[in-house]
């Protein structure tokens, strides 16, 4: 086969390499102390010479952002041992990694990371300045609402074998895995980098960056304790997988290769535009919060198809950054022993102190974006509002709690939530967060306690993000005084209230007109022992919302 002579015009740097001229918008960490961030996400955008967006990604080759492994396992020790240096991957066509709402990956403030920059022309023959602005999503931990879940990651790479393919060594794999195809034969692509390849344990010279000839070409691999450490030591609940391939790919899989089966795990699709050069036009992402398991003791391959349509050889690569729940993760000490006091677990929100805190998240760019998207409660089309104030009776775990649910205060929140209640949406909704003496709070309808049924597509479809009604917060109205039901939301977006709500156990005046009141609890015998049994015996996620119903109307609760 003839090589190739044309390689896509590519200029590359790390973020140190320009640093002194170039880069923007870092912020120096060095002298400040330690925190504990959560990384939520991650953006990519290509700016003109002007500093306007582009309307596509064509100039953007890939960017990778690389972590100290020494320093994440001296810093996490209660985490899962960090085996990867690859945390995220941006290419064309997948221009964004996000992580489902109560899910992030932990992050020391100090740590260091190492992002390098590649822009690819492959679409003009014109020369283009360009620039690429990268833009993360961090949650400080300080600042959390709901409580998250550490995600831990891998990142396992299709490898071709370039020379020394013993048949011996193919045997021995398959005999160890009959179902598995095997590591596939390839060339070397002639614009590897000088450390694209290496020699494995069994002798055989691989490359991670190889040739595609016209046609279709399937490449496969084994995902090995040589080359992932661990991956399947243990089993994992995956919640997202970004992907980086080149053009021409169509999918790239995983597969769970037991005795003589071989079952698909997930599946990424790509498109390519090929009309005026090669641009990557879409890479499927996969987010998941419910996610999906990869039992342990398991073999895995991983596969990738190219289809190359042009007359001449490509150059490709395939690789898979999986992201799993850490149930271990443990807040190290320079966390819980912060010299202002305060302590979080993986199960409890956490805040400094009680006149400090907040109910949602910290800035505008952490709301999730499914409650961004959701649909604003319409008093047409969400109607009738309620016109009278309703009791209902909320089952938990731990006894009964009679609610007072009054329009008069909050028409569109009481109208809102009395239809969840009434429709059993609740069922099953953790009560998440206890801060004694000051608010007991009820999750969002969809979070639900271990072993709880998950929220069908229905009841979903009930769900609206609220107006922040506040109006009737007046001292001689309604404020937040002991028993007061209120809205959790997130702070940088004041109609971002949707089902999660709370109880205020003690008088707190800093909470009126910044989040809505639509009732109180009844201060009848039940209720209050029901109260403080749960304070008194208090443990994450051991109590939740077993079922609801209305009892009567009433004229009015206001106190």
Request: charged letters at 20%; glycine letters at 6%; aromatic letters at 8%.
């Amino acid at each position: 086969m003839e090589g190739n002579k044309s390689a896509p015009a590519m200029m590359g740097s790390t973020a140190s390499q320009v640093m002194t001229k170039n880069v923007e918008g870092l912020v120096d960490t060095s002298n400040q102390p330690r925190t504990l961030l959560w990384l939520k996400g991650v953006k990519l955008e290509v700016l003109d010479e002007n500093d306007n967006v582009l309307p596509t990604a064509e100039f953007i080759c890939h960017w990778n952002l690389d972590i100290n492994i020494n320093f994440r396992n001296k810093v996490f020790p209660g985490a899962e041992t960090c085996e990867t240096v690859r945390l995220a991957t941006i290419t064309q066509g997948q221009t964004e990694i996000t992580f489902p709402d109560g899910y992030g990956v932990p992050v020391a403030s100090d740590e260091p990371w190492n992002a390098v920059f590649q822009a690819a022309n492959r679409t003009t023959d014109e020369h283009r300045r360009v620039k690429h602005r990268c833009t993360f999503y961090f949650i400080e931990d300080s600042d959390l609402m709901y409580p998250i879940t550490a995600l831990s990651w891998q990142v396992p790479w299709i490898y071709v074998i370039i020379d020394k393919n013993s048949p011996d060594v193919a045997v021995a794999e398959k005999a160890n895995c009959p179902s598995c195809i095997g590591l596939s034969p390839g060339v070397n692509a002639p614009n590897n980098t000088s450390n694209g390849t290496f020699t494995d344990r069994k002798g055989r010279l691989l490359s991670g960056h190889w040739v595609i000839p016209p046609g279709t070409h399937t490449y496969r691999a084994m995902i090995s304790a040589e080359m992932e450490p661990g991956f399947n030591l243990k089993s994992h609940t995956v919640h997202a997988v970004w992907s980086h391939v080149h053009p021409l790919c169509t999918d790239l899989s995983l597969y769970k290769c037991e005795s003589n089966s071989r079952e698909k795990v997930f599946s990424v699709s790509a498109k390519t535009k090929t009309a005026h050069g090669l641009q990557i036009e879409r890479i499927k992402y996969l987010s998941s919060k419910q996610g999906f398991t990869l039992p342990d003791k398991a073999n895995y391959e991983l596969e990738v198809t190219y289809e190359n349509t042009t007359k001449m050889p490509q150059d490709s690569m395939a690789a898979a950054g999986i992201f799993f729940e850490d149930p271990a993760f443990t807040r190290p000490d320079w966390v819980l022993h912060k010299k202002d006091g305060y302590a979080c677990s993986m199960t409890t929100a956490c805040t400094a102190n009680a006149s400090a805190v907040n109910v949602g998240s910290s800035n505008n760019s952490t709301v999730p974006a499914d409650i961004i998207a959701m649909p604003i409660f319409d008093k047409i089309q969400d109607g009738p509002l309620l016109t009278k104030a309703k009791t209902v009776e909320l089952e938990t775990n731990a006894g009964p709690l009679t609610l007072y649910i009054d329009p008069t205060l909050a028409p569109a929140t009481a109208t809102h939530i009395y239809r969840l209640l009434s429709s059993n949406t609740f069922i099953g909704t953790r009560i998440f967060r206890l801060d004694s003496g000051y608010l007991l709070q009820i999750a969002n309808a969809e979070d639900k306690a271990n072993g709880q049924p998950l929220l069908s597509a229905k009841s979903m479809s009930l769900l609206r993000r609220l107006p922040m009604e506040v109006s009737s917060q007046s001292y001689d109205k309604i404020n937040h005084k002991k028993y007061v039901l209120s809205m959790a939301r997130y702070p940088s977006i004041k109609d971002s209230a949707t089902s999660s709500f709370f109880i205020v156990l003690g008088d707190s005046p800093h909470l009126d007109h910044e989040f809505t009141i639509f009732g109180r609890i009844k201060e009848d015998a039940a209720s209050i022992e029901t109260l403080a049994k749960i304070e008194k015996n208090w443990a994450s996620d051991k109590y939740w919302i077993t079922g609801s119903k209305a009892l009567s109307n009433l004229v009015s609760i206001n106190k």
